[in-house]
């Protein structure tokens, strides 16, 4: 796993040597659990910050790095003396901790060697998930994260000048456990809304 993360930062920078653009951003991530399953898993809201090169004019290719924080709260009724579920609900968190590595393939909707004021670009592509760290504030019950979640998803974003914004989804295709601590091991799908920063590396 050590390895798969250094090779990712290292492809990030290499890139970053040949690239037109350097992208650095933040923002939220919110997460859409496919099956909620018994466990009523329910999606919070996270953060996400890092930074992307991108390779190509009009056309491009989008390659980065970012660290990704992830929570998901699920729900455990209480049972009485002779086992039987009650009312009360107990509800925890499981908060875990990636390396999010997107490649995107995009358009720019206009050329930019027209030099226009804004543009609008759309992408899709596949990104890894690579756990950096996982916490359950359950101490009964110890799990193991997959340590590499795939995704695939498409988005979009509004450039003006050196500032864009930027929104896509991701369809989960890993579950999230290894073994079968739980009843329902979801796949969660992930939303994303980002602000950020572009410096230009090199022409258009």
């Known amino acids: 796993m050590r390895t798969l993360v250094l090779s990712a930062l290292l492809l ?11 992208r650095l951003s933040g923002g939220y991530n919110g997460s859409n659990i496919s099956e909620a399953g018994d466990e009523r898993w329910k999606g919070q809201a996270g953060y996400q910050f890092g930074a992307d090169v991108l390779l190509g004019t009009r056309w491009f290719v989008k390659g980065g790095a970012h660290f990704m924080v992830r929570n998901v709260n699920y ?3 209480a049972i009485d ?25 995009g358009l720019r909707l206009l050329d930019p060697a027209d030099a226009p004021l804004f543009n609008i670009y759309i992408m899709a592509g596949p990104t890894a998930l690579f756990l950096l760290k996982s ?15 795939w995704y695939i998803g498409a988005g979009g974003g509004l450039q ?26 979801p796949k969660v799908n992930q939303a994303y809304a980002l602000v950020g920063v572009r410096l230009k590396l090199a022409s258009d």
């Open 12 to 22: 990030t920078t290499g890139a970053g040597a040949i690239a037109q653009e350097l």
């Open 75 to 77: 729900s455990v009724a």
């Open 81 to 105: 003396d002779q086992g039987n579920p009650t009312e009360n609900v107990n509800e925890f968190r499981y908060t875990s901790q990636f390396l999010r590595v997107p490649i995107h393939a």
């Open 135 to 149: 916490d359950l504030d359950n101490d009964a019950i110890t799990v193991k994260t997959n340590p590499a979640q």
């Open 160 to 185: 003006f000048g050196a500032v864009f914004i930027e929104g896509g989804y991701d369809v989960a295709m890993t579950n999230v456990f290894k073994g079968n601590n739980f009843n329902t091991n």
